[in-house]
């Protein structure tokens, strides 16, 4: 079988998958197109652009990989495309050549579907919609409100499959023998209004005046930066927050294994988060806001995570306040989450039902029946 995975850049948040896909139908049929060079703001946040791996095509670059991009597009059994190459896809697909789309979700709110008035999307819509009636056509829709979105527009019935981000393998710490009385929570992410910081710091500051003893390290950069360094500043001691700039994966995975508590608040606008498939891995315990969607795709409320509504930083106050009061149910959430990442959204078992799937399909034998995770049934 040979796989074409085609993306916006080479990063941390594909190649997981694409390492397991060569690794399983070997590096002479897969290749891994990246259409765009990684720019500034990426770079600023600790992107890495440095990957050598053998079956990357970069193709803004060299001339000799988009040559080499266009021949794997017209001659690959399988595609996946994060790019909205509908042209590209709809010649494919009308040659009986199998094609998977993936994406976040389009109607992000609060503008949600009224994005179909601006001509772009409606343009867009109308592609997507006779691509969809076409039976070589599949949608990998990452996180459940991606997936809703698709349903406004166009049925595709037995065609969509679970997807979403998936992170290395990283290093899992129990953390059972800590002896320090300060409970260390973590933010990482850009700092935009829709990220919700604000809610965070409002929550530490309820528990500081309950007395809890806590320590808030906010990792990142952006344009709310100011803000919330004020508010912070107004509203806690020194000794109870910290603000870093941004790190590395590597850098945020030992910040994570440090830490007894990973929090995200973010609105609806939230596509996946990788990060919270980083901090399930990484021995936290996860607290996120259930409209982002990583959370609403992996969490399941009080068993491998716990679920809130964003914006209600009281809310978020009293779920933290559960979990620095009952160490055994934040052990618990911690190695359900970290099972949760082991055996149902690691890299690995993504590119083995992927594989699986689109084996079947191309042989037209029946698909193999996942109860959920990815390439199951949404």
């Known amino acids: 079988m040979r796989i074409l995975q085609v993306t916006n850049f080479v990063s941390h948040l594909q190649l997981p998958v694409a390492r397991q896909l ?3 139908v070997g590096r002479k049929n897969f290749r891994f197109a990246a259409l765009h060079k990684l720019d500034s703001d990426r770079l600023r946040l600790g992107w890495r652009d440095k990957y050598t791996d053998p079956w990357i095509l970069r193709v803004s670059e060299n001339k000799f990989d988009l040559l080499e991009f266009d021949q794997w597009w017209d001659k690959a059994d399988v595609v996946i495309s994060g790019e909205r190459l509908f042209q590209r896809m709809s010649n494919r697909i009308n040659d009986g050549k ?3 789309y993936m994406s976040e979700r389009w109607w992000k709110p609060p503008i949600g579907i009224v994005r179909i008035l601006s001509p772009k999307f409606f343009n867009m819509l109308l592609q997507f919609k006779k691509l969809a009636q076409n039976p070589a056509f599949h949608y990998l829709p990452k996180g459940p409100f991606a997936s809703s979105d698709i349903d406004l527009i166009s049925n595709l019935n037995d065609r969509k499959w679970r997807w979403g981000y998936f992170a290395e ?8 023998n ?3 009385p300060i409970i260390k929570i973590l933010w990482v992410g850009r700092m935009l209004k829709w990220k919700r910081v604000d809610c965070l710091i409002l929550a530490i500051a309820d528990l500081s005046k309950k007395g809890y003893a806590v320590k808030l390290s906010l990792v990142g950069d952006g344009p709310e930066i100011n803000k919330l360094k004020k508010l912070a500043a107004k509203l806690l001691n020194s000794t109870e927050y910290v603000f870093h700039n941004s790190m590395s994966t590597d850098k945020i995975t ?8 990973f929090v995200l608040p973010s609105t609806a606008y939230e596509g996946w988060a990788i990060v919270i498939n980083e901090a399930m891995s990484s021995g936290c315990a996860v607290v996120a806001s259930k409209s982002a969607g990583a959370a609403a795709a992996m969490i399941i409320n009080n068993v491998n995570g716990i679920l809130f509504k964003s914006g209600n930083w009281h809310e978020l106050s009293c779920q933290l306040e559960r979990l620095i009061n009952d ?3 934040r052990y618990k959430l911690i190695d359900n ?3 949760t990442i082991q055996e149902k959204w690691s890299p690995d078992c993504a590119a083995k039902r992927f594989v699986s799937v689109a084996g079947a399909l191309l042989n037209h034998r029946a698909t193999p029946f996942y109860e959920d995770g990815p390439m199951s049934k949404p």
């Open 22 to 24: 060569a690794s399983i």
């Open 98 to 100: 199998l094609c998977f």
């Open 169 to 176: 393998n990283l290093l899992f710490l129990k953390k059972r």
């Open 178 to 180: 800590k002896s320090s």
């Open 254 to 261: 030992q910040m994570m294994c440090k830490h007894d508590i």
């Open 327 to 329: 160490k055994e149910l």
């Open 337 to 339: 989450a970290h099972t």
